[in-house]
């Protein structure tokens, strides 16, 4: 690649074990210090390794069939555990913020990532999983992050200012402008994150997309360029699904 | 003389559920002040907030001028049905920013005309040099009548009060009272006032319906004999 040697070293189980040894080690010291953190950790690590090595076998099998049917699937399983996690933040959990929240992350992500593959990338198929699937779950993941913010900030500030909304609303207000502070406190609160990690990229963080392609071989050079397409798609996403 | 502006059919509210009202049969007669008078947790509040529609009953029918007002669309009916609550609560700004709430939400059409602000101050007990003060440095009483100038500027038909005294001195209370009685005087104001206080409801007059355990015990006009009567249920 690009004139070097590079080879990708393969990881054994055994070095996957070395690595859990690790989190031994916390869940010990967690004992040590009291701070009853080792149940959840133990079954956090069986977790990860589970669920990352299902889907590395269950993405391994749909490269294999590279069927576009299956690919959206993927995409849309993603929206629903996705909304249905955010909805689980809220403490009146409704239905309908569920599918608000599907509905906006469909948008949002799908303009993104039509963006990225269709007009920029120019992917083909169009479907290709290598791209749509590492995409779509960077978006949709970080997307879910800034409407969980959203939501629990709204519930909060709703608290807050009970008082103040129901004295608007009773003026003849509408729910939209009685909640208005509500709403402008939480989407700021939600954009804060993808804000700082856009300004600190790179000097304090390498962000795990870029750090995988360069892991892979992938000149530095075109993993930056990706990771700043990633970052000006989630911005966008992130907006999107807070202005629904 | 005796219409019914509100009239509430079989009304009951149910929380989680705890039944709150139960069987609510009532008329507000246009024009006319009326006392929700009980002791705390009867219902009252709850009642009251059904009016404006700030929650629906669990079932019942309510009317306001012989239209259910599950048809009539919110905003009007909450623009018609004005509302102060039990804690004052002022917006940021001046008096007068306070007073432009309603202009800025577009509840009321065109520009806030200064002298209609001047008279709504006025009618709830403020004089006009309050408009540039700011509304946070206000007294709790002043910041009460703030709230009832403010719902006066969408020229309700009904006011509704959430013990609006309760958190006044006995002096601003009497005052409060007092701006009250008159605007149901002056302009004919159909007024709704909860309280648990016997002292208000005395002072106040008007039509008294008392309230306990989320039913209706008594209602009537005869203030005096009511009163003497009911003391001896309150606690």
Request: aromatic letters at 6%; hydrophobic letters at 45%; charged letters at 20%.
């Amino acid at each position: 690649m690009e004139g070097s040697n590079y080879t990708l070293f393969d990881l054994s189980y055994l070095d996957l074990a070395i690595g859990l040894a690790l989190i031994l080690i916390v869940a010990g010291l967690s004992r040590w210090q009291q701070l009853k953190l080792e149940g959840e950790l133990v079954i956090a690590a069986a977790r990860t390794c589970l669920q990352l090595l299902a889907v590395g076998y269950i993405l391994k099998y749909i490269f294999t069939l590279n069927h576009p049917f299956l690919i959206i699937l993927v995409i849309v399983v993603m929206i629903v555990v996705a909304s249905r996690t955010v909805k689980g933040r809220q403490k009146k959990q409704t239905r309908e913020l569920s599918y608000l929240v599907g509905f906006a992350m469909t948008v949002g992500s799908g303009i993104s990532l039509f963006i990225a593959t269709q007009i920029m990338l120019q992917i083909k198929p169009w479907y290709e999983p290598h791209y749509l699937i590492p995409l779509a779950g960077m978006v949709i993941g970080n997307s879910m992050n800034g409407a969980t913010l959203a939501v629990e900030r709204i519930d909060s500030e709703i608290e807050a200012r009970k008082m103040e909304i129901e004295a608007y609303l009773a003026l003849g207000a509408t729910a939209k402008q009685a909640a208005g502070k509500c709403i402008r406190a939480a989407m700021k609160a939600a954009m804060i994150p993808t804000i700082n990690s856009m300004m600190v990229v790179g000097i304090v963080s390498l962000p795990g997309m870029m750090t995988g392609q360069i892991l892979s071989g992938t000149s530095p050079i075109i993993a930056f360029k990706y990771q700043i397409i990633i970052m000006y798609m989630i911005a966008f996403s992130v907006a999107v699904i807070l202005h629904r | 003389m005796n219409n019914p502006k509100i009239e509430l059919l079989n009304v009951q509210k149910t929380r989680n559920g705890t039944v709150i009202l139960k069987e609510i049969n009532l008329k507000f007669i246009s024009g006319k002040r009326h006392i929700l008078l009980g002791p705390s947790g009867a219902g009252k509040t709850t009642l009251l907030r059904l009016l404006n529609r700030m929650d629906d009953p669990s079932s019942g029918e309510i009317f306001y001028d012989e239209n259910n007002i599950k048809n009539i669309p919110i905003l009007e009916l909450r623009r018609k049905v004005g509302m102060v609550f039990q804690i004052p609560v002022t917006f940021e700004g001046t008096v007068k920013d306070n007073l432009m709430v309603p202009y800025r939400l577009g509840v009321i059409s065109g520009n806030a005309d200064e002298n209609e602000l001047e008279k709504a101050l006025e009618l709830s007990g403020l004089q006009t040099e309050y408009l540039g003060r700011k509304a946070s440095e206000l007294s709790v009483g002043e910041k009460q009548r703030l709230n009832v100038a403010r719902a006066l500027l969408n020229k309700p038909e009904v006011l509704l009060l959430d013990e609006p005294t309760s958190a006044l001195d006995s002096e601003s209370a009497n005052k409060l009272l007092h701006s009250v009685k008159e605007l149901n005087e002056v302009l004919g104001l159909t007024v709704i006032m909860v309280t648990h206080q016997l002292e208000n409801a005395r002072l106040f007059g008007g039509k008294i319906i008392h309230i306990a355990n989320g039913t209706v015990v008594r209602e009537g006009e005869e203030e005096g004999f009511f009163l003497n009567s009911l003391s001896s249920n309150m606690s």
